[in-house]
């Protein structure tokens, strides 16, 4: 018996036979297991060599049953890794590309811009101080336009900056004018809807020379230039603001690209998108930076802003969200 279940296990083709045959020799109801039940009728004088034999056959079963085991399981892996091979070296036309986050991508539009105008890009800090976020934009402790930035703060009066402005600040405290900067970067806000989220970007611009050089005609005439090279043919108009780093302060529109003027939802009706607040910087906020005899002008915008017109995204956060599915529009 033991010969034919030896050569049996031998010839079995798969791990599935394999495991059909040692049912049927070792399994509840095998026959070697049978076998072993025979043992009570078997006189006593027998026993030991009748459980002795059984024994050795049923270690040779097992050691064969493992042999083979593991020799089949090694030919199945094999043809495993044959069928799932890949070939990193070839073409594959159904492989996606990758594409920059329409967030990046303004960005670098806006950066570039402005680059070829001649400004640097500045940076700074992510977690500001008092004086650098507020105070030495002319926003003194307890001044209610404070409110309008709504400040995460951190530990001993630092803030997550709310705005890139604080840039501005640390770029004259360590050049001499003339500047011409723009600072590009996140900044953060306690606040979470369809518009806002806790982080999103900004990009900053500061233009500061002798005074009879720089005018409110020099602003307007770089943003008119910025916002038709962005959003193609746009009427752009300026609506006077408040901000309390420029002193006039303005708020600028574009006619909307949506309905073209003629009154949509996305510009509620009215045919215009704010797009940027821009000014001519007060004299306070040279006075805290120790610069005299000189003016400038200022803007500040929304990167994402920006990016959801070009691109016609109606939900901000989805710009957060790494979709696969909306960022492969971007390809
Ligand atoms: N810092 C302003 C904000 O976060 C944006 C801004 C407006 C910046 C006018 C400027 C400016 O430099 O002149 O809302």
Same mark, same amino acid.
């Given at each position: &018996?033991?010969?034919?279940?030896?050569?049996?296990?031998?010839?079995?083709?798969?791990?599935?036979?394999?495991?059909?045959?040692?049912?049927?020799?070792?399994?509840?109801?095998?026959?070697?297991?049978?076998?072993?039940?025979?043992?009570?009728?078997?006189?006593?004088?027998?026993?030991?060599?009748?459980?002795?034999?059984?024994?050795?056959?049923?270690?040779?079963?097992?050691?064969?049953?493992?042999?083979?085991?593991?020799?089949?399981?090694?030919?199945?892996?094999?043809?495993?890794?044959?069928?799932?091979?890949?070939?990193?070296?070839?073409?594959?036309?159904?492989?996606?590309?990758?594409?920059?986050?329409?967030?990046?991508?303004?960005?670098?539009?806006? #950066?570039?811009?402005?680059?070829?105008?001649?400004?640097?890009?500045?940076?700074?800090?992510?977690?500001?101080?008092?004086?650098?976020?507020?105070?030495?934009?002319?926003?003194?402790?307890?001044?209610?336009?404070?409110?309008?930035?709504?400040?995460?703060?951190?530990?001993?009066?630092?803030?997550?900056? #709310?705005? #890139?402005?604080?840039?501005?600040?640390? #770029?004259? &405290?360590?050049?001499?004018?003339?500047?011409?900067?723009?600072?590009?970067?996140?900044?953060?806000?306690?606040?979470?809807?369809?518009?806002?989220?806790?982080?999103?970007?900004?990009?900053?611009?500061?233009?500061?020379?002798?005074?009879?050089?720089?005018?409110?005609?020099?602003?307007?005439?770089?943003?008119?230039?910025?916002?038709?090279?962005?959003?193609?043919?746009?009427?752009?108009? =300026?609506?006077?603001?408040?901000?309390?780093?420029?002193?006039?302060?303005?708020?600028?529109?574009?006619?909307?690209?949506?309905?073209?003027?003629?009154?949509?939802?996305?510009?509620?009706?009215?045919?215009?998108?704010?797009?940027?607040?821009?000014?001519?910087?007060?004299?306070?906020? =040279?006075?805290?930076?120790?610069?005299?005899?000189?003016?400038?002008?200022?803007?500040?915008?929304?990167?994402?802003?920006?990016?959801?017109?070009?691109?016609?995204?109606?939900?901000?956060?989805?710009?957060?969200?790494?979709?696969?599915?909306?960022?492969?529009?971007?390809?």
């Amino acid at each position: &018996m033991i010969k034919e279940w030896l050569e049996k296990i031998e010839a079995s083709s798969s791990l599935e036979v394999l495991e059909n045959i040692r049912i049927e020799i070792l399994g509840k109801k095998g026959v070697l297991t049978a076998q072993f039940a025979k043992m009570k009728d078997v006189p006593n004088e027998q026993k030991k060599a009748f459980a002795q034999n059984l024994n050795e056959q049923k270690t040779k079963v097992h050691e064969a049953l493992e042999n083979k085991k593991t020799l089949l399981m090694a030919i199945a892996l094999n043809e495993q890794l044959k069928a799932e091979h890949i070939d990193v070296t070839k073409f594959n036309s159904t492989a996606k590309t990758a594409a920059f986050h329409p967030v990046l991508d303004t960005m670098d539009k806006i #950066t570039t811009y402005f680059q070829n105008l001649n400004f640097s890009v500045e940076e700074g800090p992510l977690v500001e101080d008092d004086f650098h976020n507020f105070e030495a934009l002319n926003l003194p402790k307890y001044h209610p336009a404070r409110d309008m930035q709504d400040t995460f703060y951190c530990k001993d009066g630092a803030v997550l900056r #709310t705005h #890139t402005s604080p840039v501005q600040i640390r #770029t004259m &405290m360590s050049v001499k004018p003339p500047i011409r900067m723009i600072a590009p970067g996140n900044v953060f806000r306690k606040d979470f809807d369809i518009t806002h989220t806790p982080m999103f970007n900004q990009i900053e611009g500061l233009v500061v020379d002798a005074e009879d050089k720089i005018s409110f005609a020099n602003l307007k005439h770089v943003m008119v230039e910025f916002l038709q090279h962005m959003f193609g043919d746009v009427e752009v108009r =300026f609506r006077p603001s408040f901000f309390p780093f420029t002193e006039p302060s303005a708020e600028v529109d574009i006619s909307c690209i949506f309905c073209e003027g003629k009154g949509c939802r996305v510009c509620s009706h009215t045919g215009w998108l704010e797009v940027l607040g821009c000014g001519i910087v007060d004299e306070n906020v =040279f006075k805290a930076v120790g610069y005299k005899d000189v003016s400038g002008y200022a803007f500040g915008l929304g990167i994402e802003r920006f990016a959801m017109l070009i691109h016609k995204i109606g939900d901000l956060r989805s710009l957060f969200d790494s979709d696969i599915r909306l960022l492969g529009q971007f390809r």
